[in-house]
């Protein structure tokens, strides 16, 4: 069940936290109560509540955590603060009807690659909730670099859909850098990129009206993007011997990334688990299977501790 917010956030060409805030307050009890009504089951008899503790907007945060816990307390049901880049790391195995695991020998170790509008993260994970940090970006996120260069060709919010629908119109005929790409570690950097292309925009006196160049622009970006990302990854994964290469967080809905990480991943014979379009998005869904993967190992917080935690990296 999602009550999105994108229209709301397109007016500003961006989220302004204070209206977040405010659509996440008037909302999120009709979405928990539609979902529930959804799912056929009252909240008492829930084994569990899990909610996004961060990173992000704390404002924003705040309404789901205080929720959480107000409906946790009163129905005296365990919350789970989860840390929603780790939902992302783990979304690949979401299965709708039940959940269930593959072996855990089968899958580990993986490298796990997070894009999204404020992280691109290259994780190692040796087990299901245990990993380590390995590569970030020093800049910008993907996501990010995606949306600002959408804005650059005046493209509609969220940019990166809009970036990726426009590039499809063009051809990848200019050679826009790709940062990073040789450094001999897992680390990312985006903002170069864009600040070539806006070079490029007013070395060429555009936005322009022509749609071809625009698209060749929009496609050659979105290539260079893919590059770095299916590279460092396959390399990360190689290197690191994983047997798995896992992807999630926004960006992972892009296709280019979807179809090139998945001819990388067979030409060196890595296992790859793509999140379903549906999970890659911020979702409510992913929240609750990371929440269900910290229940079965009985990670419980005590409800006093469970806090907002806006700049909750992963370590
Ligand atoms: O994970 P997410 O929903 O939110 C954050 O945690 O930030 O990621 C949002 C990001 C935005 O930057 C959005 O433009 C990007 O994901 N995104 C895409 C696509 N769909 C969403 N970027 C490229 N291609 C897409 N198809
Ligand atoms: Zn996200």
Known sequence: MIASQATLHAKTGGVVPEVAARAHVEKIIPVIRLALKRAKISIGKLAAIAVTAGPG??????????????????????????????????????????????????????????????????????????????????????????????????????????????????????????????????????SGLKTAVLYYLRNHKLPTTNYTLSANIAASVETAIVDVLVHKTIQAAIKLKAKTVLLGGGVAANLPLRARLKEAANKNNLNLLITKPEYCTDNAGMIGFCGWLHWRKQNFTPLKKIVVRAGWELT
């Open 57 to 190: 907007l704390a404002p924003a945060l705040a309404v789901g955590v205080d929720t959480a816990r107000t409906l946790a307390w009163s129905f005296d049901l365990p919350l789970f603060p989860i840390n929603h880049l780790e939902a992302h790391v783990f979304s690949a195995f979401i299965k709708e009807k039940n959940f269930s695991l593959p072996q855990k020998k089968r899958v580990f170790p993986a490298v796990a690659l997070v894009v999204s509008g404020g992280h691109t993260d290259l994780v190692y994970a040796r087990d299901w909730l245990k990993y380590k940090k390995i590569g970030q970006t020093l800049d910008d996120a993907a996501g990010e670099c995606f949306d600002k260069i959408a804005r650059l060709l005046n493209l509609s919010y969220p940019g990166g859909p809009a970036l990726s629908k426009l590039a499809k119109q063009g051809s990848a005929t200019i050679n826009f850098p790709r940062p990073m790409l040789k450094t001999d570690n897992f680390d990312f950097s985006f």
